[in-house]
């Protein structure tokens, strides 16, 4: 039985929220409430350009670690919220990952269709190598999109002859834009996406693009030579199919990769953390767990 905590905070939920009819205009004015939230004090924050793309390092005032990153690739549908509008999330990140975090603010869909997100985390990554960062320290992560956005982005470093981070840590990430292996149970249970909203971002992202593309939906490539993986996602979680597939995948490909399923909890529920909803405590504990086996302990 989920939490309490959890179950109050779902009658809290807007009817209307994240509905099949939902445009990018739509999606962006419904998300905003839930994204922009102050970061505390003693969390610091800097900033960054190059080719363009704009960067924000940010490093929790509980991180004492500083041989510790992660690239976190955001969250939103592909088509709203900012690099600044998610601090708060990577701060989440921080603190309980004990790293610093780099946010890229990758371009939005459908002005920027695929693969300009893509392109844009990728960048990122170079220029993490090129401050000197060692890849033994680094952890690939995101949440929703962003977690698709974090494995497709491996995939691109792979194929490039780039030096591999160290791990991936997928927070009910999207790993399959054509929602093949749905489970029905949970789309009747999601309150957080509906199977034709999910759908139409893909389609603000893609265009004509083939969602089954590697780069697309990761939960279709060669995992051959990808570093450790952690999904997590809940057991009523739309993504839940995809990160199923990546990890019968990587399995398949001798990648060492644990799916991760919480009871009860919908997409994006290690978000709830702010509420000390302990479904998501939980996830963020074992998350830290799977990262302190591949990185850096200082």
Known sequence: MPSEQFQNLLKMMPADFNIESDDAASV?????????HPIAVGTEV??????GLNIAWLRAAECDSRNRHALFCHGGGFVSCS??????YAEYVSRFLNCEVVVPDYRLAPEHPYPAALDDCFDAYQQMLAAGIDTHCILFTGDSCGGGLAASTLLRVRDAGLPMP?????????????????????ARTE????????LNRAKDYLGNVDPATP???PAYADCAGLPPMLLQVGSNDLSKGGAQRLTSNAGAANVHALLDETQGMVHGFHGLVSSDVPEALAAWSRAREFVDRFLPSL
């Open 166 to 186: 160290a791990c991936l840590l997928g927070l009910t990430g999207w790993f399959d834009l054509q929602l093949s292996d749905i489970d029905v149970t949970a």
């Open 46 to 51: 800097r900033y960054s350009t190059d080719n």
């Open 215 to 217: 780069y697309a939906s």
């Open 28 to 36: 962006r004015a419904k998300m905003k409430p839930f994204h922009g």
């Open 83 to 88: 690099a600044e509008e998610y601090l708060f």
């Open 191 to 198: 309150p957080m996406i509906t199977p034709g909203w999910y």
